[in-house]
């Protein structure tokens, strides 16, 4: 039987924490950094080892994977002073899961094959709530050998995982999945008013639209937060804007002509005005919400999602 991989941990905010306590679940011996020392302990409680730097859990651990809020902060991590660089040993691997464009995975990644380092790009879909009980899908790019060293920790991690490409081809489908996810849910809003203002149960408006041919992930999932009212999602205003701006970079250098996107962009921007980047992204829908001067509410819907096992 083959031996186990050890991994370094960078990254454990609400994604990234998740992520990590799933491989420690499943006997992966894992080396944890972020700069939050209660997210560390959180892992270490859970049987994570703490280091003092990115650098020394790579050291120890000689393959790290990452889950970081945007390409700056990746590089920084990556080859920044105390980064990865210093500590991956040559032959050793770099899975990043944050979200990134296309151009910046490939250029980080060419920073890693000067040190000797292969880049397994990986990052993931689905929500944090899946993420949490390990069934979370992973979008892979990069060498198909790579993928299949690789795999017994994805697989801890994720229920599914798609080998897209070469390394970018999962930051192109990882960018187009979120740009769904936000024209789904300032739509899955305006749908949910027009059932509040033409007079309808909004509890039996959002169980008929999930058995109809106009549901969709985002109605399932996002819609029982808003109708709540806590928006809790854990994912913000200033993260879906980082996501539609690669995608509407794509569709500059693709030459597409989008027109949802820079409409859901825009009004994304007028959300993060209105509430702040800190917001949750679910959030937009109030927009509509102080528009009309009503709250999208109904009984019966929990505060934040849970999975099912």
């Not at 390990?134 to 690789?150: N, P, Q, S």
């Not at 970018?168 to 996810?181: C, D, E, R």
């Not at 109708?227 to 030459?255: E, P, V």
Request: glycine share 12%; charged share 15%.
């Amino acid at each position: 039987m083959t031996a186990r991989l050890a991994y370094a941990f960078i990254g454990l905010g609400h994604l990234g924490g998740n992520l990590a306590a799933s491989l420690l679940r499943n006997g992966f011996a894992v080396t944890v950094f972020d700069c939050d020392p209660a997210a560390v302990e959180r892992l270490v409680a859970l049987g994570a080892t703490a280091a003092t730097s990115p650098a020394q859990a790579a050291a120890r651990a000689g393959n790290v994977i990452t889950c970081l809020p945007s390409p700056k902060v990746s590089e920084t991590v990556l080859a920044g002073s105390g980064g990865l660089l210093e500590g991956l040993p040559a032959g050793g691997s770099w899975i990043e899961m944050s979200t990134n464009g296309r151009d910046e995975i490939v250029r980080l990644a060419a920073l890693a094959a000067a040190k000797g380092i292969e880049t397994l790009e990986c990052p993931v879909t689905g929500g944090v709530h899946l993420a949490a009980i390990g069934k979370i899908t992973a979008l892979v790019g990069g060498d198909a050998a790579l993928y299949e060293r690789h795999r017994p920790a994805i697989e801890a991690m994720c229920a599914r995982s798609f080998l897209m490409g070469p390394l970018g081809s999962a930051a192109v489908i990882k960018v187009i999945t979120n740009m769904l996810a936000f024209i789904h849910l300032v739509a899955a809003g305006e749908a949910l008013m027009l059932a509040k203002q033409g007079g309808l149960d909004l509890a039996q408006a959002y169980h008929a639209i999930v058995a109809s041919s106009g549901n969709s992930f985002v109605h399932e999932t996002e819609s029982q937060l808003i109708l709540n009212g806590s928006y809790d999602i854990g994912f913000t205003m200033d993260l879906a804007l980082k996501d539609l701006g690669f995608a509407l970079a794509m569709a500059r250098d693709f030459r597409v002509p989008l027109q949802l996107a820079p409409l859901v962009n825009k009004i994304f921007e007028v959300g993060r005005q209105e509430y702040g980047g800190g917001a949750w992204s679910t959030q937009i829908v109030k927009l509509l919400e102080d528009a009309v001067g009503t709250e999208l509410r109904a009984p019966g819907f929990s505060a934040r999602l849970e999975a099912e096992l």
